[in-house]
C-alpha cells in the first residue's frame, strides 16, 4: 500500500504527479465510457474511492458491429488512442492462426464473443482506468503498480447512497484512522 498518489495535510489531500493523474484519468471516464456519470470521488495517497454512476440497459450480449464501429469513430474524435492494448500483427490470410480474428468478423481472440473487453461493464471501466494510469505513472514513477483487484458495491438504495458519498467526502478528513494509512511503511 504505497502512498503513490500525494499525503493528507490537516485533512486535505494533496495530490503529487501520480494523484494529479490518477485524478485526471478519473474524470475522463465518461469521455470513454458514455453510460458512466461520476459520483463522488476522492484519490487517497495509496487508493482511489469513487462513484460511477451506470445509466444504460442489462445487456448480455457484446456490442454489434455497428455499435463496436461507432465506438471506434467517438474514441478517434477524442483522440483516444489503443496504445495499452496491442494491434495485431499484419499476416498473410493464408497463415493466420484461429485466435486472430479473421475476414467472417469473428472477434474476442481465443475468448471469442467471452472476451471481457466486449461488455460495458464495471471491469472493463477499471482495467481502462488503471491501465492508463499505470502507464502514464511509468513514465514518472517506474515502480508503481496497482493492487491486483478492486473492490465494488452495488448501491441499491438512497441512504446507502448518501452514506458512501459522505464517506467518500470525508475520507482525507478521517485519513488517521483509516484502515488503508501505515504510517510504518
Known amino acids: 500500500m504505497e502512498h503513490y498518489f500525494g499525503e493528507i495535510r490537516d485533512g486535505e489531500m494533496i495530490h503529487n504527479e501520480l494523484g494529479k493523474l490518477a485524478d485526471k484519468y478519473w474524470e475522463e471516464i465518461p469521455l470513454h465510457f458514455l453510460f458512466v456519470e461520476l459520483g463522488n470521488y476522492v484519490v487517497m495517497p495509496n487508493h482511489v474511492h469513487g462513484i460511477l454512476i451506470i445509466d444504460k440497459p442489462v445487456t448480455p450480449t457484446p456490442p454489434d458491429e ?36 479473421t475476414e467472417k468478423n469473428e472477434r474476442g481472440g481465443i475468448t471469442g464473443d467471452k472476451n471481457p473487453m ?11 482506468y488503471k491501465g492508463v494510469c499505470t502507464f502514464e505513472c511509468h513514465k514518472i514513477q517506474p515502480n508503481f503498480r496497482w493492487q491486483a483487484r478492486f473492490h465494488d458495491h452495488i448501491i441499491r438504495d438512497a441512504q446507502s447512497f448518501e452514506n458512501i458519498q459522505h464517506y467518500i467526502e470525508t475520507n482525507p478528513l478521517n485519513w488517521g484512522k483509516d484502515k488503508f494509512n501505515n504510517p510504518t511503511e
Open 118 to 128: 466486449f461488455y460495458e461493464n464495471i471491469s472493463r471501466i477499471v482495467r481502462w
Open 66 to 101: 455497428q455499435t463496436l464501429h461507432e465506438q471506434t469513430l467517438h474514441e478517434q474524435t477524442l483522440h483516444v488512442g489503443t496504445r495499452l492494448i496491442a494491434s495485431l500483427p499484419s499476416v498473410e490470410p493464408s497463415v493466420v492462426p484461429s485466435t486472430v480474428p
